[in-house]
């Protein structure tokens, strides 16, 4: 359905302007413009207040795996509030975050059996990074602390998760950040310096800078390395055939923790419970969040294989780290009934049965001249945009601004469709419906964009 007309603000509306300071939002662009409000949500799609109807086509922010309106997963919610609705894991346990460490313990790949509760995937990332430079003390390398990760990489907003994020507009408001984040170029094959053409060559060729920056810096002072398994900013790259094997044999060579940053990517994103194993490789640490609730109640992890955790286990000493609402018996009892609803309706087939018709159907898209490549795994794509085809240039500063923001992002919207059109990177559209999506989802999903793109292919 088409809303295209222009929204009158409301009252709702006015105040959210007013007092409601929004998350990476330019808030100057709502002083005259009306505050898009969502009031409810069932399956794969929202309703805003004046009852217009959007499918839900990110998921949320890449989190509503079981999709919208899940009575069970509220009434369980409900039910934990009235038992115990908060106490915190510092030197206690509640029953919820015994049985939710346990539970993803036994999906996690290898030995990670640990699981240090976070609120949030920044937090995990965070955490992450400080459990890696406190091993390597604890085993007598104190001089490993630098991490590596890829240019264009998100990996959160804490200071260091920061500092790992691989985006300069974000850090540089912020700035001097943590020392030691170094960069490698990622995984884009559409934009790859060397063989463009054989993905197992670029696979080796982009694992190799790894080896390379460790070198570089020295192993000595190296404590980690952040890689996503499906790079989210820059519009979804894929790893190329072979990269995380090797990734996994450089960090063993020169003593570095692999840290799977599956914040977006685990449960069930691409089809397996942790993205890690869709690739077939061990991590050191995974960190998650996002999806572990569907989005239902906050939470994040790192998960810790039994190696690095040992030392902590050991005499009198700690990890010196932890958060208040870490383990929330809420969010724990949502995260297990959630799990349990995955089981139950078999969320992770559903995406391996319907990934390659998500793939083909957005596929169709590249004859428009404006779509440059389409690429991803499981439910998690980017679709490139680009001025020319046969060049691949992209859009100028000017143009993603008039062309990406001042239209594709809002007609997508006004058309029905909430994604996220972004130019972190190359412009992109990212797409990340629930994990509940089938072809009829696919195809609204084609048909809005194709109208859109088509029609700000006339505005280059």
């Known amino acids: 359905m088409s809303t295209a007309q222009t929204h009158a603000r409301t009252d709702l509306s006015a105040r959210a302007y007013d007092h409601l300071w929004m998350h990476f939002t330019r808030m100057s662009a709502y002083e005259k413009s009306p505050v898009p409000v969502i009031v409810r949500g069932e399956g794969v799609h929202l309703w805003d207040e004046q009852g217009r109807r959007y499918l839900d086509g990110l998921a949320g922010l890449f989190v509503v795996q079981a999709g919208h309106g899940r009575r069970e997963l509220a009434e369980v919610a409900a039910k934990q509030a009235s038992e115990l609705a908060f106490f915190p894991v510092w030197s206690y346990a509640h029953p919820k975050a015994v049985e939710l460490a346990e539970r993803l313990a036994h999906h996690a790949p290898g030995d990670l059996n640990k699981v240090f509760f976070t609120t949030g995937g920044g937090e995990a990332v965070e955490t992450a990074w400080k459990l890696a430079k406190q091993y390597h003390k604890l085993t007598g390398n104190p001089g490993k602390y630098k991490v590596i990760s890829r240019a264009v990489a998100y990996h959160g907003t804490p200071q260091g998760a920061l500092s790992i994020t691989g985006l300069p507009g974000l850090k540089a408001p912020f700035e001097p950040l943590v020392p030691g984040a170094h960069k490698v170029p990622n995984t884009n094959i559409y934009r790859a310096p060397v063989h463009g053409d054989d993905p197992e060559a670029f696979g080796r060729w982009a694992a190799d800078q790894i080896e390379q920056e460790i070198l570089f810096e020295g192993a000595e002072t ?15 790259f894929p790893p190329p055939p072979g990269y995380f094997a090797r990734v996994r044999e ?11 940053d599956e914040v977006i990517c685990a449960f069930g994103r691409l089809g397996t419970l942790f993205a890690c194993d869709k690739f077939g490789y061990v991590p050191d640490i995974i960190t998650c969040a996002k999806g572990m609730t569907s989005g239902y109640s906050p939470i994040g992890a790192a998960v810790v294989s039994d190696r690095i955790a040992a030392p902590f286990y050991e005499g009198d000493t700690m990890f010196l780290h932890g958060y208040t609402f870490g383990g929330h018996p809420v969010s724990a009892a949502v995260a297990l009934a959630n799990l349990d609803l995955f089981e139950r309706e078999g969320l992770c087939r559903h995406v391996l049965d319907h990934e ?25 794509h980017g679709i490139e945009l680009v001025k020319d085809k046969a060049t691949k240039e992209t859009f100028t500063e000017e143009e993603s601004e008039r062309i990406l923001y001042g239209f594709v992002s809002r007609k997508l919207y006004e058309n029905g469709l909430y ?12 797409l990340s419906p629930p994990l509940i999506a089938d072809q009829s989802v696919f195809e609204e999903m084609e048909q809005i964009i194709r109208a859109v793109l088509t029609e700000a292919w006339t505005l280059i």
């Not at 190296?222 to 979804?236: D, K, S, T, W």
């Not at 994604?419 to 990212?430: H, L, N």
């Open 222 to 236: 190296v404590a980690a390395v952040f890689l996503e398994p499906v790079q989210n900013a820059g519009g979804c």
């Open 250 to 260: 450089i960090c063993d060579r020169h003593g570095v923790l692999l840290v799977s």
């Open 356 to 380: 390659d018709a998500f793939a083909r159907t957005l596929g169709k898209l590249r004859d428009l001249p404006i779509v440059g490549d389409v690429r991803g795994n499981g439910f998690f």
């Open 419 to 430: 994604c996220r059109a972004d130019d972190r990177g190359d412009p992109v559209i990212q």
